[in-house]
């Protein structure tokens, strides 16, 4: 896959999930901000040959990768972003998770998820939080549609799309978490 490739294919799921009126509800609202989106690999090959592309030189300037759940995980921050804000679903995406194959191989090559979080508010009396967010999205995706995905690193919301697409809500971005635990 060259660069291109991967941002053709990057446009491609978010906007599909920027199609969706429910999606394009919740980003009216103004509620979350965009952290990153989520690229799974169907093999160890295929995890080097996707952080090779990824580390280049003129696509990223930062990459912090752990082992999380038996597989390596690798976080990326774009020189550019994916995406201009009219056709991401939650405004430009910087940074790309990078999911090596999982112990069961049931992972195809794709792109999976994005995640979002309760946005910063620049107006003092303005608090947007986590349960808002989820309260929101609730409202918006009835049914079981919705699930709440409890793991040992953290814990989430999922809202499952027909595609097979996910959007993933958090507490906060990846960014500060990687930080954290580096410190």
């Known amino acids: 896959m060259t660069t291109r490739e991967f941002e053709v294919e990057a446009y491609k799921f978010l906007a599909s999930l920027a199609a969706d009126p429910r999606v394009q509800t919740l980003r009216k609202a103004d509620l979350a901000s965009p952290d990153h989106v989520s690229y799974k690999c169907g093999s160890s090959e295929s995890f080097e040959a996707m952080r090779r592309l990824l580390e280049g030189e003129y696509v990223s300037d930062y990459v912090h990768q752990s082992c999380i759940a038996g597989r390596r995980i690798a976080y990326f921050r774009l020189h550019s972003a994916l995406c201009h804000a009219l056709h991401a679903p939650f405004g430009p995406i910087s940074f790309v998770e990078l999911a090596d194959q999982k112990p069961d191989g049931s992972q195809q090559d794709g792109f999976d998820h994005i995640e979002i979080y309760p946005r910063k508010s620049n107006k003092p009396y303005e608090v947007i939080t986590y349960q ?27 809202v499952l799309f027909e595609n097979g697409a996910i959007l993933r809500l958090t507490q906060g971005p990846l960014i500060e978490k990687i930080k954290r635990e580096m410190q």
């Open 132 to 158: 808002k967010l989820v309260s929101e999205v609730l409202g918006l995706f009835p049914g079981s549609r919705v699930h709440y995905v409890g793991q040992f690193h953290r814990t989430t919301w999922d």
